[in-house]
């Protein structure tokens, strides 16, 4: 009896509390009333929670945009910004902007990885153990590795194209990407260009990283949660739902990381020019090291796959873009020093990275104690506010038919486009490996356009599709195009 008045009582105290925090949240004193919003947003985080779930959120938000203004309430205590005069403060100036909490459900193996630490302090120690791999000049000397990995996707693509059946140019690409981050920061080719994947093969195997890197994209779907919500549905979608196919695939690259790492460490390579030597000899223990190894393979494989497989898309779905980068190309010699020089070649890359959307979603950060104004709007501290790269990549007042793939858009770029353009995020907790996978692009679309490689091909479908999480997820993870008979 005793037990039963006890759960009365707590369930009816827990209810009153939520009925007492709903009309706070809904009423003219919570402190950030007066930015404009729906209903249910500003009653639950769960608004945001949901879409994210469904694969809608940056749609949803941009509705938001649209019938509110460039500010909005995105849920009780967070707000999303349309407008790229909020970049400089929330992420690059050093104003204490951190990254929200959730961010950690991005860990891996139980470490806070460079992108997940919510810190600067200690993300900085580990971002300034490795910073030179990423430097021009590193990236200069590597360049016969980058080449090497890029001489193996042509022959690949040659060997596709042949076989008349469609090619998933998404898992060429991740391919590349994985060979292209392992063989010139681990010392090691993981081996995705040498794997019989998609139109290679009559089961049109995929790459055997891809089942980590899909697993790793679908995490996007759930992140909103608290770290103990998110842990716990992480664990009981395993149970439920157990997919062997990316447990085999996270084995598998889990074997990789280990070898890289368990090698140096057994070789004594501290101090060789790896990723792995570099954060080795920097005093970070080995299991922290493999977890750091495996969200560079990550990251590395998924944004530079995705946004290399667009700009093959959109060049072959443009045949007129094509001609022109090869007009372009053919004036300037394979070995042309500055090649992210050459105009259109720049406008073509940047209009991909605008377009590609690897990392479309929200960009949370909190708002450091003092509180902020921005244009009149004050936000007080503890408040999450973004800025979302769909709404500001997709601006038509900055990028007129923001849909289309324009490159000559970018030969006379405005303050506004550059400002906005924001594919590797801002600031000191941008992608560190930006240098490397923009160098890749440079180097991978000139050769795969002097190769013609691309000559006779076609698209599958009309546009990419994604599902808006926070690395986006393309449907049915197939960017495909199919040659005329060879």
């Given at each position: 009896?005793?037990?039963?008045?006890?759960a009365?009582t707590?369930?009816?105290?827990?209810?009153?509390?939520?009925?007492?925090?709903?009309?706070?949240?809904?009423?003219?004193?919570?402190?950030?009333?007066?930015?404009?919003?729906?209903?249910?947003?500003?009653?639950?985080?769960?608004w945001?929670?949901?879409?994210?779930?469904?694969?809608?959120?940056?749609?949803?938000?941009?509705?938001?945009?649209?019938?509110?203004?460039?500010?909005?309430?995105?849920?009780?205590?967070?707000?999303?910004?349309?407008?790229?005069e909020?970049?400089?403060?929330?992420?690059?100036?050093?104003?204490?902007?951190?990254k929200?909490?959730?961010?950690?459900?991005?860990?891996?193996?139980?470490?806070?990885?460079?992108?997940?630490?919510?810190?600067?302090?200690?993300?900085?120690?580990?971002?300034?153990?490795?910073?030179?791999?990423?430097?021009?000049?590193?990236l200069r000397?590597?360049?016969?590795?980058?080449?090497?990995?890029?001489?193996?996707?042509?022959?690949?693509?040659?060997?596709?194209?042949?076989?008349?059946?469609?090619?998933?140019?998404?898992?060429?690409?991740?391919?590349?990407a994985?060979?292209?981050?392992?063989s010139?920061?681990?010392?090691?080719?993981?081996?995705?260009?040498?794997?019989?994947?998609?139109?290679?093969?009559?089961?049109?195997?995929?790459?055997?990283?891809?089942?980590?890197?899909?697993?790793?994209?679908?995490?996007?779907?759930?992140?909103y949660?608290?770290?103990?919500?998110?842990?716990?549905?992480?664990?009981?979608?395993?149970?439920?739902?157990?997919d062997?196919?990316?447990?085999?695939?996270?084995?598998?690259?889990?074997?990789?990381?280990?070898?890289?790492?368990?090698?140096t460490?057994?070789?004594?390579?501290?101090?060789?020019?790896?990723y792995?030597?570099k954060?080795l000899?920097a005093?970070?223990?080995?299991?922290e090291?493999?977890?750091?190894?495996?969200?560079?393979?990550?990251?590395?494989?998924d944004?530079?796959?995705?946004?290399?497989?667009?700009?093959?898309?959109?060049?072959?779905?443009?045949?007129?873009?094509?001609?022109?980068?090869?007009?372009?190309?053919k004036?300037?010699?394979?070995?042309?020093?500055?090649?992210?020089?050459?105009?259109?070649?720049?406008?073509v890359?940047?209009?991909?990275?605008?377009?590609?959307?690897?990392?479309?979603?929200?960009?949370?950060?909190?708002?450091?104690?003092?509180g902020?104004?921005?244009?009149?709007?004050?936000?007080?501290d503890?408040?999450?506010?973004?800025?979302?790269?769909?709404?500001?990549h997709?601006?038509?007042?900055?990028?007129?038919?923001?849909?289309?793939?324009?490159?000559e858009?970018?030969?006379?770029?405005?303050?506004?486009m550059?400002?906005d353009?924001?594919?590797?995020?801002?600031?000191?907790?941008?992608?560190?490996?930006?240098?490397?996978?923009?160098?890749?692009?440079?180097?991978?679309?000139?050769?795969?356009?002097?190769?013609?490689v691309?000559?006779?091909a076609?698209?599958c479908?009309?546009?990419?599709?994604?599902?808006?999480?926070?690395?986006?997820?393309?449907?049915?993870?197939?960017?495909?195009?199919?040659?005329?008979s060879l």
């Open positions: 009896m005793i037990l039963l008045q006890a009365y707590t369930t009816l105290l827990t209810l009153l509390y939520l009925v007492i925090r709903s009309i706070y949240r809904l009423s003219p004193a919570h402190s950030l009333s007066r930015i404009p919003g729906p209903f249910l947003p500003r009653l639950s985080s769960l945001l929670v949901y879409h994210a779930w469904i694969g809608d959120e940056c749609t949803a938000v941009h509705k938001l945009h649209q019938k509110y203004g460039p500010i909005v309430r995105t849920g009780p205590s967070s707000v999303d910004i349309a407008d790229g909020a970049l400089q403060t929330t992420y690059v100036d050093r104003s204490g902007f951190r929200a909490s959730f961010y950690r459900n991005f860990d891996i193996d139980g470490h806070a990885s460079i992108f997940s630490e919510l810190d600067n302090a200690p993300r900085a120690a580990r971002a300034k153990a490795v910073a030179a791999l990423f430097s021009t000049a590193d000397q590597g360049q016969g590795v980058i080449d090497s990995c890029i001489t193996q996707w042509i022959d690949r693509i040659r060997a596709a194209a042949r076989s008349g059946r469609p090619v998933n140019v998404l898992d060429l690409a991740r391919s590349l994985v060979d292209v981050v392992s010139y920061l681990f010392g090691k080719q993981y081996g995705g260009l040498t794997q019989p994947n998609d139109a290679q093969s009559e089961g049109h195997e995929e790459l055997s990283a891809s089942g980590m890197v899909n697993s790793f994209v679908a995490v996007g779907r759930y992140w949660l608290p770290t103990w919500a998110f842990n716990w549905l992480a664990w009981a979608e395993s149970k439920l739902y157990p062997w196919k990316v447990f085999e695939s996270i084995g598998v690259v889990d074997a990789f990381v280990e070898e890289v790492v368990d090698t460490v057994s070789e004594k390579q501290q101090g060789k020019a790896t792995q030597g954060l000899d005093g970070f223990n080995v299991s090291v493999k977890a750091q190894c495996k969200d560079l393979m990550f990251a590395g494989t944004s530079t796959g995705m946004n290399l497989a667009t700009i093959l898309f959109m060049l072959a779905k443009h045949p007129e873009t094509y001609t022109r980068l090869c007009s372009e190309l004036t300037h010699p394979p070995d042309t020093t500055d090649i992210q020089s050459l105009p259109y070649l720049r406008g890359i940047r209009e991909g990275l605008r377009i590609s959307m690897a990392n479309p979603s929200r960009l949370p950060r909190v708002v450091p104690r003092g902020w104004t921005f244009k009149g709007t004050y936000f007080p503890g408040t999450e506010v973004s800025c979302t790269p769909f709404e500001l997709f601006n038509p007042t900055t990028f007129p038919d923001p849909h289309e793939f324009r490159p858009r970018w030969l006379n770029p405005t303050d506004e550059s400002r353009a924001i594919p590797w995020g801002l600031g000191l907790r941008q992608c560190i490996a930006r240098n490397l996978a923009t160098w890749e692009l440079y180097a991978a679309v000139p050769a795969a356009v002097r190769a013609d691309l000559n006779g076609t698209c479908h009309d546009k990419i599709e994604i599902l808006e999480w926070f690395n986006s997820k393309v449907m049915d993870e197939k960017i495909e195009l199919v040659w005329a």
